[in-house]
């Protein structure tokens, strides 16, 4: 019998025990309840014979319960090892054996053995085992407590006078218990049909997410018979955003390890965006990639795949709405979620299954395509989230709109932080072309021979390298994957510009392969007519505001069509299959549902359609509405001649008549200037007219619109940027990288000496959309104050010769440095953070006699040789997240003046040299779990913020009192053998962080401390706030992964408080608090 069946044995018997000796016990006697079974069972059949015939039904009941037991530990929970099963049936066992069934204990929860379930669990919470144990801990314990109680109620009442009556119905009283359990639901705490089918429906669910979710359409590719799609896992590659400044938080969130991430300068990725805020609003332009980050989430939300700065959302389930499926404004209730993503198994679902997931807080809702909707409609998508997250706070929301339907502070009263993906620097297009191409590798069917792929890259590579027009062409993921399609398909030869890129992509999927394949069809459709008909469909969807079709509505707009066409007499429904089945263009994501492959193909469709009509009158009336703002572009484009000067003209004379869209009427008109050839002659004045007026940009979405004009915006934007605001000058600089190219690198040179903050962020953060040497070199060098710069490339290592006046240096930790001699050209460095270091010593560094602060991180395994550091007497702020040679800390003593360190610390190091710094003002010690007596190191007088990580004093909180009597900011982390917090009244308090010390089980310590402002609890057994109560100047509490649902009631009476609650955690008595009391979750 191996370790978990033998465990799964001892809790059946616990549980058939339990029920046994309330029976027998008198019940209102802990003693005699607390007794031997078999000295009850003696006590109370004389006969001889009866005790075993009693202990035999015994165990029958025992078997009975043991079979309700195993599935959920073998196949609920069959992820987990055998060792940690078994450990969990201990305890499970253990707190069985401590529970109280006794009368009173039945009377107070009213016999609800649901309720007796949910108060052992409050009194015997999980013993911290692990997250999926501690499920499984709760599921174990609530199953065997409903077992005992409802036995309880169904047994015999035992009285001493009627045992021989009892004893001669003992034969059936094994049968009856079967029977009792057999008809009860196997758990129900929260959900009054049982939860017994939720596990196995999540698991279900997510498998299928996984599986449908994880594929991407490789737009452009046309193959026969098939849909070509590649794996999203595969296919995905990161972006940047700007932009992601949650609102501040709480205080430090304690302790992963030593190395924080720093705040970063400029762009960051959007998976880091992401994982900051728990509430997003993500906007990015037409085929930026919005739509494949939700899918990518969802599917590693599926997988249990989130790492980095996601890994907090481990075990959230994803639930992916697609707005334009509700295109008349009814957005789903929570039990309706998975019919949008998961209809083939929705059906299935358990009653209040996903009300159950978002309670708990593991709701991952991903909403995809605010600016898909028609406007009137998109007011009614922030009273929907409003609604969802008052019931269900915890709940994790990603939402996704183009800038100009949403602007960044749409969601802000909800909560929600702003990101803008930026356009894809050119490593980004460079690892997009390479990733694209190794999908279409597992292509059946290809333009070429699978061997010449790698050519075909290589030449691609090559010419967005040296051709700045096809760089800029493709700044979005659809562009370049456009691209990528054309060179394949025209052997190298691409279009210069958007508009031809359309068309290129549009004569390809409809005409040239299957005319160069000679592939029989039953309908045989020419180019033109096919245009024909996807236009007309494109033009129904915008202009009625959606962004797919019924199949029947499209069925009948096609027969509509035809009846005007001629040399076409197919029937309608084969012609529509064949549009389906060959174009590339149109699809059926879902039965009976119609939409085109990309919003942006069925805007310029339905832009040619506009064109053909002569109807750029409605172009011009619906400009103001953002959702017409690509396809104005685009009938720009389209037009000639006539056409093209009314609708600029008409655009024009709106934006004269009405002063609160002028300035939004004026960006479009110079959009359009990208798509067209020639400005019209006598609208040129008024064009230069429009331009004054719109330069500068005041927004990031202005900036981004006026771009899109390219050199025709780049030759009038100011060259002195003296005379601008601030914010003005800054999004003048955007402007000009995010049109790029020579010009527009000349541009920022003549800007760099501005030096004021805005204008310098701008100018770094461009950095990574030209060639870095002579960015580097033609303006980085010439920003007159210091410079601070982010490396993420290794190849940016070597443009740093040029940086003379850099002052501050993150190398990412995707950057791994094995030789810092880069270092040597850097003198006037004050800051330094290496993230990533793979070398044996530091000697480069320490001859940067300007440093201030160092930081130092080596993720692989190996000590480093410290003693270079020696003689950095200026330096302050000291942070090691790696292993010191030798545990020698001597060079301590050579740095002199240390007012913050922190520090791995050696286990059994001499720690003499630590001691010695009495200069310090802030410690952070992280190591190996570890006892160390701290208390030589009594001489850091000024010590006032203190942090041990997996590092437990000798002594306890007692002995850092008497060690640093002065700390005011404690930080307690994972330190096991820590069981109290006595002594700490001894310090002078203002803020308090403890975070997972399995061993502090109550708080009483804290009651009355006098100072103490704000104080943070994650994942301690500590659940009982009351001593809080008594504290005279809380301000800020913060509750992460407590054992819950936490009791905010004895928090009713603190007046000013903000209470943060973070990781989905479980509260009641909210509604207790005054108003006094601001509740907030992370």
Same mark, same amino acid.
């Given at each position: ?31 005699? &309840? ?133 004893? $001669? ?47 991407? #359409? ?13 794996? =999203? ?14 609102? /501040? ?24 965006? =992401? ?9 990015? #332009? ?20 989130? +790492? ?80 969802? @997250? ?31 993906? /930026? ?10 072309? &390479? ?21 075909? !890259? ?6 967005? /390298? ?20 054309? *060179? ?12 031809? @890129? ?38 129904? @969807? ?36 064949? =549009?389906?089945?060959? $174009? ?36 011009? &009336? *619906? ?53 067209? !050839? #020639? ?21 990031? +979405? ?37 049109? *790029? ?43 007159? &104050? ?26 990412? #930790? ?39 602060? @160092? ?86 007088? =000024? ?47 203002? /803020? ?20 103490? +402002? ?54 009641? *008595? ?13």
């Amino acid at each position: 019998m191996t370790g978990v069946e033998t465990a799964v044995v001892a809790a059946g018997r616990a549980v058939a025990e339990r029920a046994v000796r309330e029976w027998l016990a008198v019940r209102s006697s802990r003693t005699e &309840r607390e007794s031997d079974l078999s000295e009850l069972i003696r006590a109370n059949f004389r006969d001889r014979m009866a005790p075993r015939k009693f202990a035999n039904q015994v165990n029958g009941i025992a078997l009975a319960v043991e079979d309700r037991l195993r599935p959920l530990v073998e196949h609920e929970y069959g992820g987990l090892d055998e060792d940690a099963r078994a450990a969990v049936l201990a305890e499970v066992t253990d707190a069985l054996r401590r529970a109280d069934f006794s009368d009173a204990a039945l009377f107070e929860a009213d016999g609800d053995p649901g309720a007796l379930a949910e108060r052992v669990l409050r009194r015997l919470p999980p013993p911290r085992l692990g997250e999926a144990e501690d499920r499984l801990y709760a599921a174990l314990l609530a199953e065997s407590v409903e077992c005992v109680v409802r036995m309880v109620r169904q047994l015999p009442q035992y009285l001493p006078r009627a045992a021989s009556e009892t004893l $001669s119905r003992l034969s059936g009283l094994s049968g009856q218990m079967e029977r009792v359990l057999a008809r009860m639901p196997i758990r129900t705490l929260d959900a009054p049909e049982g939860r017994q089918d939720d596990a196995a429906f999540e698991r279900r669910y997510l498998d299928h997410l996984s599986r449908v979710l994880d594929e991407v #359409e490789l737009i452009g590719v046309r193959v026969d018979n098939f849909r070509p799609v590649t794996s =999203l896992s595969a296919a995905y590659i990161s972006l940047s955003v700007t932009g992601a400044n949650p609102r /501040e938080r709480p205080g430090r969130l304690p302790i992963a390890s030593l190395a924080e991430p720093p705040e970063e300068a400029g762009g960051l990725r959007v998976e880091s965006a =992401l994982g900051r805020s728990r509430l997003t609003l993500l906007r990015g #332009e037409a085929g930026s990639g919005k739509s494949t980050l939700l899918r990518w989430l969802a599917v590693r939300a599926a997988r249990g795949g989130f +790492t980095g700065d996601l890994q907090a959302w481990h075990g959230c389930v994803p639930f992916l709405i697609k707005l334009r499926s509700h295109a008349d404004g009814r957005f789903p209730p929570p039990g309706r979620f998975p019919h949008d993503v998961a209809p083939e198994v929705a059906g299935l679902m358990p009653r209040g299954w996903v009300e159950r997931v978002l309670a708990a807080g593991r709701g991952l809702l991903l909403v995809d395509g605010v600016d898909e909707l028609v406007v009137e409609h998109r007011p009614a998508v922030r009273h929907w989230l409003a609604g969802l @997250l008052a019931a269900y706070p915890g709940m994790r929301v990603v939402v996704t709109s183009r800038p100009t339907a949403a602007e960044a502070e749409w969601l802000a009263h909800e909560g929600f932080t702003a990101a803008l993906l /930026e356009p894809m620097t050119p490593a980004d297009l460079a690892e997009l072309v &390479r990733q694209w191409h190794a999908a279409v590798r597992e292509c059946p069917s290809l333009p070429c021979e699978p061997e010449e792929l790698e050519g075909y !890259q290589g030449a691609l590579l090559s010419r967005l /390298e040296s051709a700045p027009h096809l760089r800029q062409l493709a700044t979005t993921p659809l562009l370049a994957a456009m691209l990528c399609a054309l *060179n394949l398909d025209r052997r190298s030869r691409l279009p210069r510009s958007r508009m031809g @890129l359309y068309e290129a992509v549009l004569e390809m999927l409809l005409e040239r392969r299957d005319a160069e394949r000679r592939i029989p069809d039953t309908v045989a459709l020419d180019r033109e007519q096919k245009v024909w008909i996807l236009r007309d469909l494109a033009w129904l @969807l915008v202009s009625t505001g959606r962004s797919e079709l019924p199949k029947a509505t499209a069925l009948k707009r096609v027969a509509q069509k035809l009846e005007s066409m001629t040399r076409v007499s197919y029937p309608p429904q084969d012609v529509l299959a064949h =549009l389906l089945r060959r $174009s590339g263009v149109l699809r059926e994501p879902v039965p009976e549902r119609i939409d085109f492959v990309h919003k942006t193909i069925q805007e310029y469709l339905a832009a040619g359609q506009i064109v053909e009509d002569e109807d750029v009158d409605l172009v011009v &009336r *619906n400009a103001h509405f953002d959702d017409w703002r690509e396809v104005a572009v685009m009938t720009a484009g389209h037009a000639t001649g006539r056409l093209r000067r009314a609708l600029l003209a008409g655009l024009l004379e709106r934006a004269g008549r009405e002063a609160a869209r002028a300035r939004s009427l004026r960006l479009l008109v110079v959009s359009c200037l990208e798509t067209i !050839q #020639e400005i019209p002659a006598d609208l040129r004045d008024r064009i230069e007219e429009c331009f004054r007026l719109v330069i500068p940009p005041v927004t990031e +979405t202005e900036a981004a619109l006026l771009a899109a004009a390219g050199e025709e915006t780049l030759r009038r934007l100011p060259d002195d940027l003296s005379g601008l605001r601030p914010e003005h000058a800054a999004m003048t600089v955007r402007t000009a990288w995010l049109i *790029n190219g020579p010009a527009a690198l000349a541009k920022l040179a003549a800007h760099a000496a501005d030096g004021r903050p805005n204008v310098t962020s701008e100018l770094i953060a461009s950095s990574a959309f030209f060639d870095t040497e002579e960015y580097a070199r033609r303006v980085l060098s010439r920003i007159p &104050r210091g410079v601070s710069l982010r490396v993420r490339r290794f190849g940016q290592l070597r443009s740093l010769r040029h940086l003379e006046n850099l002052t501050a240096l993150t190398v990412d #930790e995707e950057v791994t440095v094995g030789d810092l001699a880069f270092l040597r050209d850097l003198p006037r460095l004050r800051s330094l953070e290496v993230l990533a270091l793979d070398t044996e010593h530091v000697r480069e560094i320490g001859e940067l006699s300007e440093l201030r602060y @160092l930081r130092i991180g080596k993720p692989r395994p190996g000590p480093v040789d410290c003693s270079g550091l020696a003689g950095l007497h200026r330096l302050q702020n000291l942070r090691l997240n790696l292993s010191v040679r030798h545990d020698d800390l001597s060079f301590l003593d050579l740095v002199p003046r240390l007012t913050s360190l922190g520090l791995t610390l050696p286990d059994g190091a001499d720690l003499g040299p630590l001691a010695r710094q009495s200069e310090l003002r802030e410690l952070r010690l992280h190591g190996a779990p570890q006892r160390a007596d701290l208390s030589s190191m009594a001489g850091m007088t =000024l010590l006032t913020d203190l942090t041990l990580s997996s590092v437990t004093p000798v002594g306890g909180v007692s002995a850092i009192a008497d060690t640093w009597p002065g700390v005011m900011t404690l930080t307690l982390g994972g330190l096991a053998d820590l069981t109290a917090l006595t002594g700490i009244g001894k310090l002078w308090l203002t /803020e308090l962080y403890i975070a997972r010390c399995p061993r502090i089980g109550h708080l009483e310590d804290l009651r009355g401390l006098p100072h103490l +402002t704000r104080v943070t609890l994650r994942s301690i057994p500590a659940a009982d706030l009351a001593p809080l109560a008594d504290l005279p100047r809380l301000s800020a509490l913060v509750l992460y992964d407590l054992p819950g649902p936490v009791d905010l009631a004895p928090l009713a009476g603190i007046r000013e408080l903000d209470l943060y609650l973070g990781g989905g955690q479980q509260v009641i *008595n909210e509604d207790l608090l005054g108003d006094s009391v601001t509740v907030l979750r992370m």
